[in-house]
């Protein structure tokens, strides 16, 4: 019972029963543009069979999907298509990237018209990595999103680490020693934050 | 064929070249001993190949590639551009490459009027090297976008240096984005009964396969005009040619046709090993052609079952593609990728075959065609496949010529022409198979060809399981070969010369070649131009895919909207060697 006396049990009944809802009848959007459309292919066809985890009934239109699987290279000619498509999505909706392209470009095709990585043009959930990700992989991701969506988890944008950062990590400046520091704060299994002394490199 | 009637073959031919063009122009052999012709001017190379294409007993008429090079080093004389074009004919299955140097102010006549199949091939030297065609209907930019400023292929031009976009590229017919006014949305779209609906179909619509676009101007469900873009999947991969070592640019294949990756390493392969004069072990080159055949069984797996699909037929996708999954577990276990297998090395294989692989092997082929059966069964004779397929999206023996289109397609419209039987390779003389061609080349009979040359692979693969000898993989070429792991970690001359290996890479002698295989999708060529040293000068991809989807353009006019899907579908364009 809340405080004014009315209750509460109907309201957590119905989020949970949403949440419910939500993960096990993910109706994907496959924006396979590459080698991992293939796999996206083989991941709903027979042998692995998404169905399994209630992801099968695949949209192509967004309005009608909430889950969208970017899966393949997106160039700088893509882009903007695949901005319209993430905001064609009804709320609320989820973003996987598969792959090593999507994720971040892949390394290899760091060229002249290749994003690296689609999280600069939209907010991502899950990434998969692999070049392209087995069946399983995917799979993976999708229980995965299935645990964020019913813990209410909090989609944090990726962090990229920036050219100092790089480079400081290389030459082990001040910088990197303080940033090691903070970095060192754990959290232990009972919740309590924890710091752990200074790793000691220089013997 | 055997080979040495083939050597014959293009000995007569280099004669007649010889003897009838060379007077004011220079001849010279490449590193297979191909002819390559300099014209003197940019008005003399367009009547050449006129010649040429006419010439009774030539017959060069059937354009394989255009492309260009920088030659900003002046090694080929003081113009900043050479212009390669690569001719083919389907008479004595013979290669010529013409060249033509010209500064970036000249312009060379456009092949348009000559074969229409250069539209295309002329819009990406443009767009990569910013060389104008005189008389080109429709000079623009194909796999980057109009607003992009520089030409990526040029040397200079740096690896890294991007431009993004707002928004997308707008809806246009050809020749240049509409004006506003002209757009369907505002003007046409609700009006019913206007003859001039224009349509935009992808690039994310699912028959579109991901990045393919095209828009199309209709008439009630009539398509009239239609107009392909493309470059929705360029990520720049002759560039990295030029950037990473021969060994590196072996990864950047397995992603170009994903869907037969195998086909690729092997034809990037072979071509880097005849650019150096090195010829594979006998093991090597047997199992070569298995991986070779199977990859295109599972690459023709992929295209039928998607264009069924497309139409509706899920039945047969969910039964190939069990078989794709069995091939994909084989290709896993022999290099541990299912899709992007980079199995192998210039000079020899990554890792031998597994010895649980040929056993497997067997059974996969005993019991595929079981398969072709049953597909045979619920397509085939069925009524609405017949109904869907027959007579849609005709690409006549002339127009498949013209529109330089290859592989399946190109035998489905009547061409009898198959690398493999024509311009032998490996060992594909001494085994016995038969070149499928159709009659009509509608989407039924690229069908039935792709049903059938998976029968014949199957036959293929047969063979050379029973003539598989044993032997080393890797050919003995200290220049090449890689060193094994447990000399590495114990000899000093051994590291060293491993280390060499991949962090230099391999020393490729000065030369150039065109080496194409017969992949599933149709002709797949590696042009290469070696300045000597660990990285290409120039490293071109003919592309079968790219001639495909430029016929499309022509062959979807007059048909439905749902025939435009159906005969998408048939051409099994790939994106990522479409636009590489």
Same mark, same amino acid.
């Given at each position: 019972?809340?405080?004014? $006396?009315?209750?509460?049990?109907?309201?957590?009944?119905?989020?949970?029963?949403?949440?419910?809802?939500?993960?096990?009848?993910?109706?994907?959007?496959?924006? $396979?543009?590459?080698?991992?459309?293939?796999?996206?292919?083989?991941?709903?066809?027979?042998?692995?069979?998404?169905?399994?985890?209630?992801?099968?009934?695949?949209?192509?239109?967004?309005?009608?999907?909430?889950?969208?699987?970017?899966?393949?290279?997106?160039?700088?000619?893509?882009?903007?298509?695949l901005r319209t498509i993430y905001e064609q999505i009804l709320e609320p909706k989820w973003v996987i990237s598969m792959g090593a392209c999507a994720s971040s470009g892949n390394g290899i095709f760091d060229t002249y018209s290749v994003l690296m990585g689609i999280d600069?043009?939209?907010?991502?959930?899950?990434?998969?990595?692999?070049?392209?990700?087995?069946?399983? $992989?995917?799979?993976?991701?999708?229980?995965?999103?299935?645990?964020?969506?019913?813990?209410?988890?909090?989609?944090?944008?990726?962090?990229?680490?920036?050219?100092?950062?790089?480079?400081?990590?290389?030459?082990?400046?001040?910088?990197?020693?303080?940033?090691?520091?903070?970095?060192?704060?754990?959290?232990?299994?009972? $919740?309590?934050?924890?710091?752990?002394?200074?790793?000691?490199?220089?013997? | 064929?055997?080979? !040495?009637?083939?050597?014959?073959?293009?000995?007569?031919?280099?004669?007649?070249?010889?003897d009838k063009y060379s007077e004011d122009r220079q001849l010279i052999m490449d590193a297979m001993n191909e002819p390559i012709l300099w014209s003197t001017s940019a008005t003399d190379a367009f009547n050449l190949m006129k010649q040429l294409q006419s010439d009774e007993?030539?017959?060069?008429? %059937?354009?394989?590639?255009?492309?260009?090079?920088?030659?900003?080093?002046?090694?080929?004389?003081?113009?900043?551009?050479?212009?390669? @074009?690569?001719?083919?004919?389907?008479?004595?299955? #013979?290669?010529?490459?013409?060249?033509?140097?010209?500064?970036?102010?000249?312009?060379?006549? !456009?092949?348009?009027?000559?074969?229409?199949?250069?539209?295309?091939?002329?819009?990406?030297?443009?767009?990569?090297?910013?060389?104008?065609?005189?008389?080109?209907?429709?000079?623009?930019?194909?796999? =980057?976008?109009?607003?992009?400023?520089?030409?990526? &292929?040029?040397?200079?031009?740096?690896?890294?240096?991007?431009?993004?976009?707002?928004?997308?590229?707008?809806?246009?017919?050809?020749?240049?984005?509409?004006?506003?006014?002209?757009?369907?949305?505002?003007?046409?779209?609700?009006?019913?009964?206007?003859?001039?609906?224009?349509?935009?179909?992808?690039?994310?619509?699912?028959?579109?396969?991901?990045?393919?676009?095209? =828009?199309?101007?209709?008439?009630?469900?009539?398509?009239?005009?239609?107009?392909?873009?493309?470059?929705?999947?360029?990520?720049?991969?002759?560039?990295?040619?030029?950037?990473?070592? @021969?060994?590196?640019?072996?990864?950047?294949?397995?992603?170009?046709?994903?869907?037969?990756?195998?086909?690729?390493?092997?034809?990037?392969?072979?071509?880097?090993?005849?650019?150096?004069?090195?010829?594979? #072990?006998?093991?090597?080159?047997?199992?070569?052609?298995? &991986?070779?055949?199977?990859?295109?069984?599972?690459?023709?797996?992929?295209?039928?079952?998607?264009?069924?699909?497309?139409?509706?037929?899920? #039945?047969?996708?969910?039964?190939?593609?069990?078989?794709?999954?069995?091939?994909?577990?084989?290709?896993?276990?022999?290099?541990?990728?299912?899709?992007?297998?980079?199995?192998?090395?210039?000079?020899?294989?990554? %890792?031998d075959l597994p010895e649980d692989f040929i056993p497997r092997l067997k059974k996969f082929v005993k019991e595929f065609p079981s398969c072709l059966v049953e597909i045979h069964g619920l397509l085939t004779g069925n009524r609405i496949w017949i109904d869907r397929t027959?007579?849609?999206?005709?690409?006549?023996?002339?127009?498949?010529?013209?529109?330089?289109?290859?592989?399946?397609?190109?035998?489905? !419209?009547?061409?009898?022409?198959?690398?493999?039987?024509?311009?032998?390779?490996?060992?594909?003389?001494?085994?016995?198979?038969?070149?499928?061609?159709?009659?009509?080349?509608?989407?039924?009979?690229?069908?039935?060809?792709?049903?059938?040359?998976?029968?014949?692979?199957?036959?293929?693969?047969?063979?050379?399981?029973?003539?598989?000898?044993?032997?080393?993989?890797?050919?003995?070429?200290?220049?090449?070969?890689?060193?094994?792991?447990?000399?590495? %970690?114990?000899?000093?001359?051994?590291?060293?010369?491993?280390?060499?290996?991949?962090?230099?890479?391999?020393?490729?002698?000065?030369?150039?070649?065109?080496?194409?295989?017969?992949?599933?999708?149709?002709?797949?060529?590696?042009?290469?131009?070696?300045?000597?040293?660990?990285?290409?000068?120039?490293?071109?991809?003919?592309?079968?895919?790219?001639?495909?989807?430029? !016929?499309?353009?022509?062959?979807?006019?007059?048909?439905?909207?749902?025939?435009?899907?159906?005969?998408?579908?048939?051409?099994?364009?790939?994106?990522?060697?479409?636009?590489?």
């Amino acid at each position: 019972m809340a405080k004014d $006396g009315s209750s509460m049990i109907l309201p957590s009944l119905m989020s949970e029963a949403l949440k419910w809802a939500h993960k096990n009848s993910l109706w994907p959007m496959p924006f $396979g543009t590459s080698c991992c459309g293939i796999e996206i292919m083989s991941t709903l066809s027979s042998t692995y069979d998404l169905s399994r985890f209630g992801a099968e009934v695949v949209r192509f239109s967004p309005r009608q999907a909430d889950l969208l699987i970017v899966g393949g290279t997106i160039t700088t000619k893509m882009a903007p298509v695949l901005r319209t498509i993430y905001e064609q999505i009804l709320e609320p909706k989820w973003v996987i990237s598969m792959g090593a392209c999507a994720s971040s470009g892949n390394g290899i095709f760091d060229t002249y018209s290749v994003l690296m990585g689609i999280d600069e043009i939209i907010p991502v959930d899950v990434y998969v990595p692999g070049c392209p990700p087995i069946p399983e $992989g995917l799979i993976h991701a999708i229980l995965h999103l299935q645990k964020v969506i019913d813990k209410n988890l909090e989609r944090k944008p990726a962090v990229r680490p920036t050219q100092e950062d790089a480079m400081n990590a290389m030459t082990y400046s001040k910088c990197a020693q303080a940033k090691l520091q903070k970095s060192a704060t754990i959290v232990t299994e009972d $919740g309590l934050a924890q710091s752990k002394t200074t790793p000691d490199w220089k013997s | 064929m055997e080979q !040495s009637e083939f050597v014959q073959r293009q000995a007569i031919a280099t004669a007649r070249i010889h003897d009838k063009y060379s007077e004011d122009r220079q001849l010279i052999m490449d590193a297979m001993n191909e002819p390559i012709l300099w014209s003197t001017s940019a008005t003399d190379a367009f009547n050449l190949m006129k010649q040429l294409q006419s010439d009774e007993l030539l017959n060069f008429d %059937y354009l394989t590639d255009i492309t260009a090079y920088d030659n900003v080093d002046g090694q080929d004389g003081p113009k900043r551009f050479v212009v390669v @074009y690569q001719l083919f004919s389907t008479k004595t299955q #013979t290669r010529l490459r013409i060249k033509l140097a010209i500064d970036p102010m000249e312009t060379p006549e !456009s092949l348009t009027p000559l074969w229409p199949g250069a539209n295309w091939l002329e819009r990406e030297v443009y767009d990569m090297f910013g060389v104008k065609f005189k008389g080109h209907p429709n000079l623009r930019r194909i796999l =980057m976008d109009e607003r992009f400023t520089g030409f990526p &292929l040029r040397k200079e031009y740096p690896l890294k240096q991007r431009e993004q976009f707002p928004d997308n590229v707008p809806l246009h017919l050809g020749s240049h984005p509409l004006a506003k006014e002209e757009r369907s949305d505002e003007k046409y779209l609700h009006d019913f009964y206007n003859p001039n609906v224009l349509l935009n179909i992808g690039p994310a619509h699912p028959a579109m396969h991901g990045t393919l676009r095209i =828009m199309c101007r209709l008439n009630g469900e009539t398509i009239e005009d239609a107009a392909c873009e493309i470059g929705y999947l360029h990520r720049g991969m002759e560039k990295l040619g030029e950037n990473k070592t @021969y060994h590196q640019w072996i990864v950047y294949t397995d992603r170009m046709n994903y869907c037969s990756a195998l086909n690729n390493n092997i034809a990037y392969c072979m071509t880097v090993e005849n650019l150096m004069g090195i010829s594979i #072990t006998e093991r090597c080159m047997w199992v070569r052609m298995i &991986l070779m055949e199977l990859s295109r069984i599972i690459d023709h797996i992929i295209c039928v079952a998607i264009n069924a699909l497309d139409m509706g037929a899920m #039945t047969v996708f969910w039964l190939m593609y069990y078989w794709r999954e069995e091939a994909y577990t084989m290709i896993e276990s022999l290099c541990g990728m299912r899709l992007t297998t980079t199995a192998t090395r210039v000079g020899g294989m990554a %890792y031998d075959l597994p010895e649980d692989f040929i056993p497997r092997l067997k059974k996969f082929v005993k019991e595929f065609p079981s398969c072709l059966v049953e597909i045979h069964g619920l397509l085939t004779g069925n009524r609405i496949w017949i109904d869907r397929t027959k007579n849609v999206g005709k690409l006549s023996k002339e127009d498949a010529l013209k529109f330089s289109i290859t592989g399946p397609c190109l035998r489905a !419209s009547g061409i009898d022409l198959d690398l493999r039987r024509d311009r032998p390779y490996y060992a594909y003389h001494q085994v016995k198979f038969d070149v499928v061609v159709g009659s009509h080349g509608d989407v039924f009979e690229r069908y039935l060809v792709r049903m059938e040359e998976m029968r014949q692979s199957v036959r293929i693969i047969e063979q050379c399981i029973q003539r598989l000898p044993g032997g080393p993989i890797w050919v003995d070429d200290p220049r090449v070969r890689i060193p094994e792991k447990i000399d590495v %970690y114990t000899k000093m001359e051994v590291l060293i010369h491993h280390f060499k290996i991949f962090m230099e890479g391999i020393n490729v002698p000065p030369g150039e070649l065109y080496n194409a295989v017969e992949g599933p999708n149709g002709e797949l060529g590696f042009y290469i131009l070696s300045k000597g040293g660990p990285k290409a000068w120039r490293m071109r991809v003919k592309a079968p895919s790219f001639m495909l989807f430029q !016929s499309f353009e022509h062959s979807v006019v007059g048909d439905k909207i749902p025939d435009a899907i159906a005969n998408l579908g048939s051409l099994n364009i790939i994106a990522g060697e479409l636009d590489r």
